[in-house]
Structure formats: C-alpha cells, structure tokens
C-alpha cells in the first residue's frame, strides 16, 4: 500500500509514434517535474518497448510501458481510443500488433500521398526528406510533413501549403479507418493488456462504456486535459456502477504540444489500484 502523494503521468508520447521528444528526453523532463512514475504510451506500436529497456532511468522515477490503440465506433466512424498496459512481451506478434499494423500501413500510405500532393503543386519538400524525418517512427506520421513544411517553407508559400496539407488531411480523415473499439478491446486483452478507455471527453464514447465493461473494460481515464467537470462526474458514476479503475495522465506529445506534462495525472485516491495494474508490467 503506498500512503501520501504519488505522481503518476499515466498517457505520453514520444517521437517513437507522434510525439517530438525522444524516449530519454520524456524521461528527462519527467525527472525534473518530479514525477513518480511515468507510462509512455505510443501509438498502435510497441516499438519503444525495447528502447525503454536501455533508458538513463533515475531510481525516484519507475517508467513503465503502455500503448494506444487507435480505434473507432463502427457506427459513427468517430475515434475511440484505448489505453493498454502490462502486455506481455514474446518473440511471436502479438493480437494487438497484428491489429495496429494495418493503421500504421495506412498512417504510411496517407502520409505520402500527402507529400507527393505537396510536392506536385510546388511545395519544396521530398518524399526522403520526410522519410527520414520519421526515422526513429514506427511509420510517418501526418505531423512529419507540417514540421518539414515549416523548416523549408517561409512566409506566404508556408501558408498557402500550410492550408493544402490540412485540406489533404481532412480529406484522407474520411477515407481512413481504424479496427473498432471492441476488436481493439478483444485485441489488447489477448496481448495480456490492461484496457482503459482514453480521453471520453474527446471522443464521447461513454456510452460505450457498459458494453466494454461486459467484454473486459478495466478502466477509464478520468483524468485528462480534454475532460470537463461534468465528464469526470459521469466517470467517477460509470466507474462506480461497473467496478472500473479511474486512472488519468496528460495526453503530453512534447514540444509545441498543447498539453504539459503532468498536467493531469491519476487520482491520488486510485494510486494504490493503479500501482497494481502498472504492476502487471515491469517498471524500470
């Protein structure tokens, strides 16, 4: 049992999937907010997971290691996302690999179609420019070509092709399509993971919540920059009724992200219940 105040950022990123920050950098600016524990949750990749294991780790610091599933609501086609924590490392794929690696061909795909648009009206970027901006990325991700476009591109040019990427990423949003929370929820239990629902607020998905319950929910994130007070409340009720953990953390991408780490953490009132799910995973 753990007494007294204990930090958990319990939802980041790092440049492994959509974040800016390397692996030790996020560890790094955890250090100095003085956090407790920190869980890197990339996204639809355990490709940091091995790279953790090799991490300047201080001993006031546990790191542990989490994913985010990129799901969606079958009938609306609006994203949910999933939070999975303790799967269970081997040398075989794991379900929730097989699953997200077709989101990652699709993140690739989309992405230099996006570019090669970019390329084709003028913008002066190339496709291995990008490439190799994403190196240490399970794939490219969309935000690549923007930071790309910025280093290249100045003044009106920059707004003009500014405009044309979000325009090719609206469109390309339409055509994309992620597995659906529950094959994701079926998905990560079979890697052996924890699963909480992400950041209702964003996704209003907590009417999905009963029926995840029943398929193996364990938790949801209630603590979260996009959640507003009523969302929490509607949280702490569905947790109570269903026997659901509340956990929370700060959806933080690192530079220019709108969020700062540790804005939001876990419940204090839940460290001992998180700290035992965290538990199912190794700490470093």
Known sequence: ?????????????SR?????????????????????????TDHDTLQHFSQIDKLSIPQTLKVYKGVELSCEDPLTHKTVHLLGYGLVEGDSPLPFET???????????????????????????????????????????????????????????????RRLYHQLKAQCDKDFRFPSYMEGLIALKESGAKVVLAHPGRSKALHLVPEMARAGLFGIERNHPDNTDAVRREVDELAKEFKLIKTGGSDYHGLNSPRALAQDIAPQDE????????????AY
Do not use: P
């Not at 007494?3 to 958990?8: L, V």
């Not at 492994?16 to 600016?29: A, R, T, Y």
């Open 1 to 13: 049992m753990h007494s007294g105040s204990f930090k958990i950022d319990m939802h980041t990123h």
């Open 16 to 40: 492994v999937s959509d974040g800016s920050l390397s692996l030790q950098e996020l560890v790094d600016e955890a250090t100095d907010k003085e956090l407790n524990a920190l869980a890197i």
């Open 99 to 161: 699953l997200a690696q077709k989101t990652l061909e699709q993140r690739l795909d989309q992405s230099r179609y996006i570019t090669q648009t970019l390329i084709a009206v003028g913008a002066n970027i190339s496709w291995e420019e990008v490439s190799s901006e994403a190196q240490d990325s399970a794939t490219v991700y969309r935000g690549i070509i923007a930071k790309v476009l910025k280093r290249v591109e100045v003044g009106e040019r920059y707004k003009r092709f």
């Open 271 to 282: 460290v001992n219940n998180i700290l035992e799910l965290l538990s199912y995973n190794k």
